[in-house]
T-cell receptor, first 115, second 112 residues
Framework: NAGVTQTPKFQVLKTGQSMTLQCAQD?????MSWYRQDPGMGLRLIHY???????DQGEVPNGYNVSRSTTEDFPLRLLSAAPSQTSVYFC??????????????FGEGSRLTVL | DQQVKQNSPSLSVQEGRISILNCDYT??????FLWYKKYPAEGPTFLIS?????DKNEDGRFTVFLNKSAKHLSLHIVPSQPGDSAVYFC???????????FGTGTRLKVLA
């Protein structure tokens, strides 16, 4: 059972380049989300989705796009990377029971450096 | 504005003693709280949770206490073990909001 899989694990970009961080889960979870972790800032929510075709903004959505075409996948797109987006990114998923999220399952993270 | 705060960036405890990690929140709509543990180069892993209808939840060596009037929760680890050395995050969510807000983390070091 793979759980939550993130690719790539490491990426270096130049300012202005675009890229997509991939996230896939095999637990049939309705809820998926993206966080970024920065020193002294903890984990901050970027975007989340409660099902295919439904996405919403988190705490720090600017500079990122998401889409949810299937239950399994939730890619995070950086259209024009900036040095401020250098961070470690985590994808997380959860089942929705009674309309509320339960325990979040996290991927191993993707470390992105923007030069 | 930080809605979930962990004011102690680090904590050192002797093996076998109790570790107490604290977390404060400001949003009175939060009603579900979780603790996660994170080792370097790994994703956070779920440790224990508590609903606002309770004031205590235990799971083995881990106990979470919730004081709603003070908007404060704490994680107790007894006895502490060297393998508990990690960064601990608390998180909070409001019913139906689908947003988990995390604190900044506390790095626990358990000394052998």
């Amino acid at each position: 059972n793979a759980g939550v899989t993130q690719t790539p694990k490491f990426q270096v970009l130049k300012t202005g380049q675009s890229m997509t961080l991939q996230c896939a889960q095999d637990m049939n979870h309705e809820y998926m989300s993206w966080y970024r972790q920065d020193p002294g800032m903890g984990l901050r929510l970027i975007h989340y989705s409660v099902g295919a075709g439904i996405t919403d903004q988190g705490e720090v959505p600017n500079g990122y796009n998401v889409s949810r075409s299937t239950t399994e996948d939730f890619p995070l797109r950086l259209l024009s990377a900036a040095p401020s987006q250098t961070s470690v990114y985590f994808c997380a998923s959860s089942s929705l029971t009674g309309g509320d999220t339960g325990e979040l399952f996290f991927g191993e993270g993707s470390r992105l450096t923007v030069l | 504005d930080q809605q979930v705060k962990q004011n102690s960036p680090s904590l050192s405890v002797q093996e076998g003693r109790i570790s107490i990690l604290n977390c404060d929140y400001t949003n009175s709509m939060f009603d579900y709280f979780l603790w996660y543990k994170k080792y370097p180069a790994e994703g956070p892993t779920f440790l224990i949770s508590i609903s606002s209808i309770k004031d205590k939840n235990e799971d083995g060596r881990f106990t979470v206490f919730l004081n709603k009037s003070a908007k404060h929760l704490s994680l107790h680890i007894v006895p502490s073990q060297p393998g508990d050395s990690a960064v601990y995050f608390c998180a909070a969510s409001g019913s139906g909001t689908y947003k988990y807000i995390f604190g900044t983390g506390t790095r626990l070091k358990v000394l052998a």
